[in-house]
């Protein structure tokens, strides 16, 4: 499996699917594991992975939010102290995102060695700036909406590590499942994070992480140049150049699709 950075606090794993990362922060009497996922040897190679390092650490296994690819690997990790959004518990949807990995595994013949099912959260965050002692390190965790309903905001402020699900990634423009005001509020959080904070680490749910504060804030701005060009197109009834986006992307086909998501999206919510 792809490792995108290795260091004794920190391991970013990339699945082959979708450039989806899955982050293992490693502090000295705790580890924190995000959203492993996807095939399962990546899913055994993270296992072997930590149990070579795990020693007598307390297990923590964060959901940075509910879509299926992100919660795919649970049944593999079920001894660990769970940690996700209030709104992660009370999604509406569980047994679509439950099907969603069912159908994904018979159309691809995947077995795997755990049972699908939706995860059961032990430490829930309902606002911003909670805070949660995880071992020696102290994490704040922010409410992310926009890009879906249920996503968070997790900074480790030991390792100076922000994870921060599906937005600011390098490989795919904003998708918004949600809603486009609340996406743009979530741009600016993180923002302010980034400010407010000392942000070694950026790590995003697909593609690559960064620790360079200039490609960070570049990542911003190319989010709300894409949400701008969004709105403009919609509200001004203009042709959206998604040519001209797609300079930047690489996967035309699948991102046209989520890009007319976006633009339906955007009409109901601007006209109404
Ligand atoms: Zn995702």
Known sequence: MKIQIEKSNLVVFESALFKTTTTLLIGNDYLVLFDPNWLPLEIEFITNYIAKIKKDRKEYLLFT??????????????????????????????????????????SHYINRNYKIEYPLINHI?????????????????????????????????????????????????????????????????????????????????????TSDRIEMLKRLKDSRDYINLLEDSVINNKTFNFKKVMERYHFPIIMKEFHDGNIRLAKKEINT
């Open 125 to 209: 965050i309902d606002c911003d700036e909670q805070v949660l002692r995880l071992g020696e390190s102290k994490f704040l965790f922010w409410q992310a909406v926009g890009h879906n309903p249920d996503s968070l905001l997790i900074l480790d402020t030991m390792n100076n590590t922000l994870v921060v699900g599906d937005y600011l990634s390098n490989v795919e423009f904003p998708y918004i499942y949600t809603s486009v005001k609340e996406y743009k509020l979530t741009l600016d959080k993180i923002e302010n994070i980034i400010s407010n904070y000392n942000v070694e680490y950026l790590i995003s749910g697909h593609g690559d992480f």
């Open 65 to 106: 939010h509910s879509d299926y690819d992100h919660i795919i690997g649970y049944g593999a990790f079920k001894e660990y102290e769970t940690i996700a959004s209030q709104n992660f518990v009370n999604n509406p949807k569980q047994n679509k995102i439950v099907n969603q990995i069912n159908v994904f595994d018979d």
